[in-house]
C-alpha cells in the first residue's frame, strides 16, 4: 500500500546550518506530498505542498521538490533557527482524501 | 479564526470510564480524519469519517473505540473501558472532501491521561 519513509532523528543542528530530511513514498497514482512541523504542545501544521512532479513548495526558507524519478519529497533549510526546533512529517495525500504520513523526524538547533 | 476545534483540550480519566472527544472540523470540511499520538511518536492514523459515513475504520481497535460524525455537531471518538495504555496525544484533522489530493488540516488534539 501507498506509505512515506523519513529519516529518523533526532536530528541536532547549531543555528544558521544546512538542513536536509529525507523522505521517499511508494505510491500508486501521482500523490500529492506535504511536509508538517509540529511544535511542541500543538498539533501538525501544514509546511508547504507539491501536487505533482518536478514541482518545488517552499515556505518560510524551507523547500522540497517532487521527484518521480526517485520517489522523493527530501525538506531543506539553507540557514535553520532555534525557533525550527520540532518535529517534521513528511506525508502523501490519495485520490480518496486519505492520507499517509511518515514517522516525523525530530529536529533541535542549538544557538 | 475557524480551524479545527477539539475538546477538550485535556482529559483526565480513570481505568474503566469512558472518554469521548469531540471535534469541529473546519468550516465547509466534511472529512474528518483521527489520529493517536504516543509520546515521542509519530501519527497513528485511526478512522476516517464523512457526514454520517465511515469511510476507513482499519487503524481503529476493534474494542472498545468507536466514532461518529452526525449530519449536526462535531465528530466524537468514544473510547469505554479506557486502560493505561490509551493514555496519548488525539487528533482531528479535516479536510474539504471535494477536491481530491487535498491536505488536512489538524487542530490541536486532546490529550488523554488515564489513572
Known sequence: GDSVTQM????????????????????????????????????????????KADDKGSNKGFEATYRKETTSFHLEKGSVQVSDSAVYFCALSR????????????????? | NAGVMQNPRHLVRRRGQEARLRCSPMKGHSHVYWYRQLPEEGLKFMVYLQKENIIDESGMPKERFSAEFPKEGPSILRIQQVVRGDSAAYFCASSPGTVSNQPQHFGDGTRLSIL
Do not use: H
Request: glycine content about 10%.
Open chain 1, 95 to 111: 485520490l480518496d482524501n486519505d492520507m499517509r504520513f511518515g514517522a516525523g523526524t525530530r529536529l533541535t538547533v542549538k544557538p
Open chain 1, 8 to 51: 529518523e532523528g533526532p536530528v541536532t543542528l547549531s543555528e544558521e546550518a544546512f538542513l536536509t530530511i529525507n523522505c521517499t513514498y511508494t505510491a500508486t497514482g501521482y500523490p500529492s506530498l506535504f511536509w508538517y512541523v509540529q511544535y511542541p504542545g500543538e498539533g501538525l501544521q501544514l509546511l508547504l505542498k507539491a501536487t
